[in-house]
């Protein structure tokens, strides 16, 4: 497994390769989650590319960039034994250099959700996203169901911008007690980590009324706040049950429908989701 750091770089690595290229775009500071896209990317593709960068555009002046965790050794450790060729690491200049000024924006389903509440995020996604695609050339990309906002914002900037490779979307990974994983769950002390549990205690609440037969989202909101009422540790920024791929909310849901949230655990917001009338075995 090669580490790679400029493009160049990067550019005489994938000479090597022949056949198909896998591509799993992360932050870092990996976990089983993550783990999970390389091992699928293992499975369909003949080289598996896994890119490590803290994106300083998708963050707003006010959240955590700098606190955000980095580890380059332990996460090369972990790539290296789920089966990495190449792992692009690249540095802040390589990917943002002196007047930077050029930026990808998705328009319509960027505006809801984890787009309404954090207004530049998805922005600093797309353009960073882009940019490794452009660098890396995938055939395959492969993302996690656990920011189910950004898969449906980047599907449409890959059919928008005639980007020529498949997006693979993985299932969330959880810890046995339900918690999705993340590389903010390391932010959260013993007692915030077991009241993080409410997300997926709510999510479980939701799928249980509509497999018996709810279909209103007022009903399922109203049983899913009783849920978060008996936790007086966490705080809900958005609770939604939205169209599964306009992300706008529905009242009655017909066939299937993403209901997904942020909540904050002290300073830790952390999101979740699951698609009702759709089999999820992470929360099974
Ligand atoms: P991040 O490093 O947080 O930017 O995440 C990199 C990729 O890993 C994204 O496609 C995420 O959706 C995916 N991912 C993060 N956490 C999980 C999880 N618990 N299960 C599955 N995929 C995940």
Do not use: W
């Amino acid at each position: 497994m090669e580490i790679v750091r400029t493009l160049e770089e990067l550019r005489a690595a994938k000479k090597n390769m022949k056949g198909t290229i896998g591509l799993a775009p992360t932050m870092g500071f990996l976990h089983a989650g993550h783990i999970s896209l390389v091992k699928r990317a293992r499975q369909e593709c003949d080289h598996v590319v896994v890119s490590i960068f803290v994106n300083p555009t998708q963050f707003a002046p006010n959240e955590d960039f700098a606190a955000y965790p980095r580890d380059l050794e332990r996460d090369a450790a972990l790539l290296k034994e789920a089966g990495t060729d190449l792992i692009f690491a690249p540095m802040d200049e390589v990917m943002y250099p002196q007047g930077y000024q050029t930026y990808v924006t998705v328009e319509e389903v960027t505006k809801v959700l984890e787009g309404a509440m954090r207004p530049t995020h998805f922005r600093g996604v797309t353009t960073v996203v882009a940019k490794l695609f452009n660098a890396v050339q995938p055939d395959k990309a492969f993302f996690g169901q656990k920011d189910a906002q950004q898969v449906a914002v980047l599907s449409r900037m890959v059919k928008d911008l005639n980007y020529n490779l498949e997006m693979v979307v993985c299932p969330i990974v959880r810890d046995r007690d339900g918690l999705a994983l993340s590389s903010r769950n390391t932010y959260l002390d013993e007692t915030q980590r077991k009241a993080a549990l409410v997300l997926s205690r709510s999510l479980r609440k939701a799928r249980s009324i509509f497999d018996s037969g709810e279909r209103s989202s007022k009903a399922i909101r109203a049983a899913m706040e009783d849920v978060f009422a008996a936790e007086p540790a966490a705080k809900v920024q958005y609770v939604s049950i939205a169209d599964t791929e306009t992300l706008l909310e529905i009242d009655h849901i017909k066939s299937q429908a993403l209901v997904s949230m942020a909540v904050y655990i002290g300073k830790t917001r952390l999101i979740d989701n699951t698609v009702l009338g759709k089999p999820d075995e992470s929360l099974d």
